[in-house]
């Protein structure tokens, strides 16, 4: 059985050592400890809809990758879709799957190569930033992890699944320091060793995707005054915008509705009170809508009940409820 593939979690026990998985590394440390501890992960239906699709459109668009690169003179070797492993301390290791061993058109040496697929949206913003953004933190610890392992520079093709572009990236040096994913993991160790669980410190985007996102349910609901993740942030700045120019385009609409109103009235008044239901000009129907509706008075009420229309108002205020409702507010940030 693949040791990767399996249904094992991001971090388990096998044969007395304690296994973490190169792709969860860079994962939020209560995540890794929590999966050490033996946590039963569990996502809400649409986050684990959203996490499988994107596996499966992953799978599908590395083989394309590679038969692309492999078109352009990359010489892969096709047994080297391999299972690397590396120690960190004693009976501690990191385990990963690399997709591949490649040595480019010109070089003299083999990388290790690694594959991923994107969305428009993401593909754009890793081309602005690549591994310096938070969004890509997991990427970069994992194919630092296999650099360290291997001992090689990496290939890092990244593929947008809308137009299919490509960008290819040589890495000479990890982009993660190993010392870093050393210390994480060793200190990861240490809380499953006392198991005990650590503070949080992922973003609003990773825990809304952690396999382990109820142990975050003391978070919800608290305002952070704290900045969100890059991702997040961009989201809410499309959707911001969207809500902003509709909010101006419904003012708009609101300013000619006293004009709009005003002739309605010329209509009515044109077909007169006794006219006809509805009249047929200009390839337009204008139909006479009398509609109303059912209102209650106080003082009729007040009469039905028997009681005086005062106590009847008295009553009716200590019955209502106040009702919160809680509602983005757009407006344009002038950096003030």
Request: hydrophobic share 35%.
């Amino acid at each position: 059985m693949d040791p990767v593939s399996d249904n094992r979690s991001i971090v388990y026990h096998e044969n007395g050592n304690t296994i973490y998985r190169a792709s969860a590394v860079g994962s939020c440390i209560k995540a890794l400890v929590a999966a050490g501890l033996g946590y039963q992960e569990h996502r809400p239906a649409n986050t684990s809809d959203i996490l499988d699709l994107a596996a499966e459109e992953g799978n599908l668009h590395e083989d394309a990758i590679i038969d692309r690169l492999a078109a352009d003179g990359y010489r892969f070797d096709p047994a080297a879709q391999q299972v690397i492993e590396i120690r960190v301390i004693p009976n501690v290791y990191i385990r990963g799957h690399i997709d591949g061993i490649v040595k480019p058109p010109k070089a003299q040496h083999r990388r290790v190569f690694e594959a991923k697929s994107m969305s428009k949206d993401r593909f754009k913003r890793w081309k602005a930033g690549g591994f310096d953004q938070s969004e890509f933190f997991r990427y970069a610890v994992q194919i630092s992890c296999y650099m360290e392992a291997l001992g090689m520079n990496a290939v890092y093709a990244v593929k947008d699944r809308n137009s299919g572009e490509l960008d290819i990236q040589e890495l000479k040096t990890p982009p993660i320091a190993w010392d870093y994913i050393k210390r994480k993991v060793i200190t990861a160790q240490q809380h499953i060793l006392r198991e005990k669980l650590p503070d949080c410190v992922a973003s609003s985007g990773e825990k809304y995707f952690c396999a382990f996102g109820y142990l975050h349910d003391e978070d919800y609901g608290e305002h952070d005054d704290g900045e969100v993740d890059h991702s997040t942030q961009t989201l809410i700045a499309e959707f911001a915008a969207e809500h902003h120019k509709l909010g101006q385009e419904i003012k708009r609409l609101e300013a000619l509705q006293d004009e709009r109103r005003e002739i309605g009235k010329r209509m009515l008044n044109l077909i007169g009170e006794h006219g006809p239901k509805y009249v047929s000009a200009g390839g337009y129907k204008v139909t006479r809508v009398d509609s109303s509706r059912k209102v209650v008075l106080d003082e009729d009420l007040a009469h039905q009940l028997g009681i005086d229309v005062e106590k009847l108002k008295e009553a009716k205020e200590a019955a209502t409820t106040k009702r919160s409702i809680i509602y983005p507010k757009v407006t344009v940030d002038n950096g003030d």
